[in-house]
């Protein structure tokens, strides 16, 4: 699958490092095959997604999606920084949880016109050129508030990161009404949502090291209730439990 999809990441400009993470391209020619479904795990970020006849601006998806991959193409991606997203438009970023939003709301051109600026680019810095030069003509003045955001979502993503929204707390100095409003309008999912969202990554990588695995052990440790609980929220999310999960990373390392 990686000979016929390509994907590539690039650092936005100094002056959009404040609200973007990077920019992504995903380029595919599947050579008259059928289409494959490519199963995406969700992350707390807003997209804008430059994509023929489907260019949108995409709100936190809070749970895993499956795209079909037909045909040949290319899409160009923004990725927002947690909290990113919030000083360019005049909502709360929660409304946008599983949901789009058309992007000439936010750059003030139309879809038919933002496609053509960047997917008739040459190349992918051609394309990344086009994308950061409208986003350059609506850049709004930072907010404090998106990176304190942010720097609390970085909190949870840490490696042995806060298992609850109270040790979050603790680890901010933010009281939880006060954080639960600041993810509400700046992230656009909830403090608990992200925590887990890492935690059950970290359960990944975990699982996916080599030698045996103490799974009651494992959904303690990442501040889950019990292992039925942990086995219901990682089989949700990655498609199946996470002792199957073990056992495909165990065989693909024995070449099985």
């Known amino acids: 699958m990686a000979r016929r999809i390509r994907l590539a990441t690039y650092p936005p ?3 959009l490092a404040t609200f973007v993470d990077y920019f992504w391209v995903v380029e595919w020619d599947m050579g008259g095959r059928a289409p494959e479904i490519q199963r995406v795990l969700p992350y707390p970020n807003a997209h804008l997604v430059f994509d023929r006849g489907q260019s949108a601006i995409h709100g936190v998806v809070r749970g895993a999606f499956e795209r079909s991959v037909a045909g040949a193409g290319r899409v160009l991606g923004v990725r927002f920084k947690p909290g990113g997203l919030r000083p360019f438009i005049d909502h709360p970023v929660a409304r946008l949880a599983d949901r789009t939003m058309a992007l000439d709301g936010v750059l003030r051109v139309s879809a038919i016109e933002a496609e053509q600026r960047v997917l008739d680019s040459a190349g992918d810095a051609g394309m990344v050129g086009a994308a950061e030069a409208m986003l350059f003509a609506v850049l709004p003045a930072p ?3 998106a990176l304190i955001a942010g720097q609390a979502v970085a909190a949870a993503a840490a490696a042995d990161g806060p298992a609850s929204v109270a040790a979050l707390c603790a680890q901010t100095g933010i009281e939880e009404r006060a954080l639960q409003r600041l993810f509400s309008n700046y992230v656009g999912v ?5 925590i887990q ?12 090291r080599p030698g045996p695995v103490d799974l009651a052990g494992l959904a303690s440790q990442l501040g889950f209730f019990d292992q039925a609980h942990f086995t219901r929220d990682f089989t949700k999310l990655v498609g199946c439990s996470p002792l199957e999960y073990w056992k ?6 024995q070449g099985g």
Not at 190 to 194: D, H
Not at 197 to 208: G, P, T, V
Not at 248 to 253: D, L, T
């Open 13 to 15: 400009s100094a002056p």
């Open 143 to 145: 907010d404090a508030r």
């Open 190 to 194: 909830s403090p608990k949502w992200v």
């Open 197 to 208: 969202r890492y935690r059950l990554q970290e359960a990944s990588w975990h699982l996916a």
């Open 248 to 253: 495909s990373q165990q065989a693909s390392r």
